[in-house]
């Protein structure tokens, strides 16, 4: 941590986290909050939790304190409610001096500096894939919070782009830190060399319109022409879209072909990622694209779609295709299912590339952050004691 100056007291406000529920916002707290652990014994952290998050998010330190808050996330207007209101007290009556607000949304009148992060603004980028009635929380909620936060995390150049296009923030106050990678994953790269794998395409995503998991699966039918024996493992929460797939796969008479998990633990996940032939990620709108880094980590060969996110990441490390063409995305994946040398290349590559991502670097950035927002306290309590005293 950086040397100097007093200790802190950081509020972590996870009151958005459903476990199983919410994707890789999940993974990014609960690996961003061990790798702080690991760094940090001088600064005490105070973990907002619902009432569905049990205490294993808080680190087991002595400087993390758990502090479980009466209300349910999948009631979302409670929990919004509650975020404004019962969470500034919390925070006022812990004299914090920072609050961290890692997924997406942050008390307007918080009695101390926050620093929020945003993944993506999908939203705004693409309205078409949120359902009608949850677009105008979402406009609300996260333009309120880019304005009252003293400092925005985003998490690649692309959503850093998005961030200065739509709202009016200064560039200052806008910092790109990336994700960083299982450690894990690169045992499993290691116990994958030599082994046989078996003839799977994983695809670890969400559920959702955006990922478009359709197009995948009519190009999976496809493949299976040349090779019957191949099958598809899509590893993610079951999201909006998941009536629409199944009933495509119906369609196509891949009932035995193509398996959905929903989703798995990070156990599950290392076993999968030990046996998967290649990996598949056509996402069509990402803010990052944790799957695919962590699939390069495990040394899976990997095709994934050419969007900005995305070629921040694996751009020379991984096949790439226009995520709209489907002879593309088809061309991609015989080449990974056929092409042993550029499948060796891959697996070789894909780890070396991953390791420029690290949660303990990206740890150290945000706590830089932390000591950095926490210079503004005295201008925001005073902003802010009128309206919670």
Request: hydrophobic fraction near 45%.
């Amino acid at each position: 941590m950086p040397s100097g100056g007093h200790s802190l007291r950081i509020g972590v406000n996870a009151l958005y986290l459903i476990p199983g529920g919410v994707g890789g916002t999940e993974i990014f707290l609960r690996s961003l909050l061990a790798a702080l652990a690991e760094i940090d014994d001088r600064n005490r952290y105070f973990v907002f939790t619902n009432l569905e998050t049990g205490a294993r998010l808080a680190p087991d330190r002595p400087n993390f304190r758990h502090l479980r808050q009466p209300v349910e996330a999948r009631v979302r207007p409670w929990r919004i409610l509650w975020e404004q209101t019962g969470l500034p007290l919390a925070a006022w009556r812990l004299r914090l001096d920072v609050l961290f607000n890692p997924g997406f949304t942050a008390p307007r009148l918080s009695p101390c500096p926050s620093l929020t992060v945003f993944h993506d603004l999908q939203h705004l980028r693409h309205p078409e894939y949120f359902r009608w009635f949850d677009r105008p929380a979402w406009r609300l909620l996260l333009r309120q919070a880019a304005r009252c936060s003293a400092a925005l995390v985003a998490v690649s150049e692309a959503t850093r782009r998005d961030l200065l296009h739509y709202y009016p923030v200064p560039s200052s106050r806008v910092t790109v830190i990336p994700h960083g990678v299982d450690e894990r994953l690169f045992d499993v790269a290691a116990e994958r060399a030599g082994r046989r794998p078996e003839p799977w395409l994983v695809c670890v995503s969400t559920l959702h319109p955006h990922k478009n998991l359709l197009r995948l699966i009519e190009v999976f039918a496809r493949l299976r022409r040349r090779r019957p024996e191949l099958r598809l493992v899509l590893a993610g929460v079951r999201g909006f879209q998941t009536a629409a797939i199944e009933d495509r796969i119906g369609k196509l008479g891949l009932g035995r072909a193509v398996e959905i998990t929903g989703w798995i633990s990070r156990e599950a996940l290392y076993e999968l990622y030990r046996r998967a032939h290649s990996c598949v990620y056509p996402s069509l709108f990402e803010g990052f694209g944790l799957p695919v880094l962590e699939a390069m980590a495990a040394g899976i060969p990997t095709a994934c779609s050419a969007i900005d996110p995305l070629l921040e990441i694996a751009r020379g490390w991984a096949l790439t295709f226009d995520p709209l063409d489907e002879q593309q995305m088809e061309e991609a994946l015989v080449r990974l299912l056929e092409d042993e040398a550029l499948r060796r290349r891959l697996a070789e590559q894909g780890p070396v590339r991953a390791r420029a991502f690290s949660w303990k670097a990206a740890a150290a950035r945000y706590l830089e952050l932390f000591h950095a927002v926490s210079g503004n306290r005295s201008e925001t309590a005073a902003r802010a004691r009128r309206t919670l005293v």
